[in-house]
């Protein structure tokens, strides 16, 4: 059994094109709890009428990513029986992905255990361009990347190249997990990663753990990068930029990224330092650009 857990709030379209790709996936032994936290656009009343078959769980709107995901892993594990192989697949709503896509990650997972599968993610709005494709992290000076530039971002290339990939996180966008990871490691950490991080942090956790972290490339996940908090601005502020430092929605917050660094990195403070010196370079360099001559 795989238990999909989908956080929702106020995307009513969005949800509605998720779940309907997953109606339709063929690989059956699956369920889905939405897990509604707070919506008022009518969310819950569009789910009850065309999805009857998911399991709809509410919060009162402060649950965040992280909480919501947990309430939804709590379900599973209530109904999970000692012996099975169940799993929880974690998906976000601003995604949809082919009928295919349970049994590619069903088939990874018995090629790769003991493992966490991660999904290949690209822009719905441009299928070839390569979004996510595992990353690489080191633990003293906040270097790394995205392994989807080793690719130069083409998913084409991917494929040709690679059937998987090891990677040193996994976020939360299209991640199966088996139920005795959260039993080993515990869940996503709601106090210190209420919305960002959570996943990547899980994800370290399971890797220290003995879990290989694999990302199929035969999972694809088509992904609204617009509506994404991962897509940055080009034009970004000032006052943008620095708010974000502060924003409980924002990757960058550095309370969240002081938490991981001491939480995960070899050098703790020093990490973090590299870690805001990057994302401040980052930002300069992108307003550089904006600045120079055409």
């Not at 919501?68 to 209530?78: F, L, P």
């Not at 080009?234 to 930029?241: A, E, G, I, V």
């Not at 020093?270 to 055409?294: E, Q, S």
Request: net charge neutral; with cysteine; charged share 25%.
């Amino acid at each position: 059994m795989i238990t999909i857990v989908i956080p929702v709030h106020n995307r009513r379209e969005l949800t509605r094109r998720c779940l309907a790709c997953l109606a339709v996936q063929t690989y059956r032994n699956h369920r889905v709890v939405v897990v509604d936290d707070g919506s008022t656009d009518g969310t819950d009343e569009m789910i009850r009428q065309q999805f009857p078959d998911v399991i709809v769980l509410k919060g009162d709107g402060n649950l965040w990513w992280t909480e919501a995901t947990n309430v939804g892993v709590r379900y599973a594990q209530e109904y999970d029986v000692a012996g099975e192989q169940n799993f929880v697949l974690t998906l976000n709503d601003d995604t949809e992905v082919k009928p295919d896509y349970l049994q590619t990650m069903v088939d990874a997972y018995e090629s790769y255990k003991p493992c966490l599968i991660g999904s290949v993610s690209v822009d719905i709005d441009n299928p070839d361009k390569l979004e996510f494709a595992g990353t690489y992290s080191e633990f003293y000076f906040a270097k790394g990347g995205p392994l989807a530039a080793e690719y130069n971002y083409d998913y084409k290339e991917l494929v040709k190249r690679a059937t998987y990939v090891k990677s040193d996180s996994l976020p939360g966008r299209g991640t199966l997990i088996p139920m005795q990871v959260f039993t080993e490691i515990g869940l996503y950490d709601s106090k210190r990663f209420a919305h960002y991080m959570a996943d990547i942090e899980f994800s370290v956790r399971a890797q220290k753990a003995g879990y290989k972290l694999i990302v199929n490339t035969k999972s694809l996940v088509y992904e609204y990068v617009k509506a994404t908090g991962l897509f940055l601005n080009q034009k970004q502020s000032w006052k943008s930029f620095i708010d974000s430092f502060t924003s409980i929605r924002s990757p960058t917050n550095l309370t969240v990224r002081y938490n991981f660094a001491i939480a995960h990195a070899k050098t703790k403070h020093l990490y973090f330092l590299c870690d805001v010196g990057r994302i401040c370079a980052g930002f300069f360099l992108r307003k550089a650009r904006l600045m120079k001559p055409m």
